[in-house]
């Protein structure tokens, strides 16, 4: 059961991990432009970048205090399963190469 614990701990790590990497790229190569295709290119890559944005905004919407604490951790623990299913993607994909 502890091996079952450590993987889950270690997919959900690297969904989030591959989560902030994908925003940030994002923010590097996007930045503020605002035409149709990079309406498109947010769309496709809030698939991957998702759980980061959510947890980011979660947070700084806390620390404002805009919001109360059972909305920040229900949005953590959302962008948590967010992460651990796409951690269990990459995992995946990284064990069929």
Known sequence: MLHDMVVILFAMTAGFTASGIVANLYRLVVGSRKDSLSRAIYYATMVFAGPNVLYENAA???????CSRSAFW????????????????????????
């Open 60 to 66: 700084k919407a806390r620390r404002e205090k805009s």
């Open 74 to 97: 229900l949005a953590a623990a959302i962008a948590g399963y967010w992460s651990l299913a796409l951690g269990l993607f990459v995992l995946e994909a990284a064990l069929a190469l």
